[in-house]
């Protein structure tokens, strides 16, 4: 099992709109930093899929995010954020690009 950990800073842009008062991460970065930590680890090398993610518990500003994920020699991998001991979210994903048709 490869990891990597982010954390999002408090003066990061998104949070002037997500949401002012109670900032949390947007699920959207929350997967982007994902893929580029495997991108980073080697693990991705071009397009993929993504083909299921589950948001399950709010990150706020500062909180340092552990990203784990199971590199296999196949096309699936899972992805598994937490802070502490709370999972935050989840994906999978496969090392092809999207079929034609699909939204990437």
Sequence with gaps: MSEAE???????????????????VPGALLLAEGLQALSRAGALCGPCTVSNAKFL?????GERVLMRW??????????????????????????????????S
Aim: hydrophobic share 40%.
């Design 57 to 61: 518990s709010p990150v706020k500003p």
């Design 6 to 24: 982010v954390v999002f800073a408090a003066d990061h842009p998104v949070f002037a709109g997500h949401f002012p008062g109670h900032p949390i």
């Design 70 to 103: 199971q590199d296999t020699p196949g096309e699936s991998l899972q992805i598994v954020m937490t802070v502490g001991d709370r999972r935050v979210a989840s994906a999978s994903v496969l090392r092809r690009p999207p079929a034609a048709g699909m939204p």
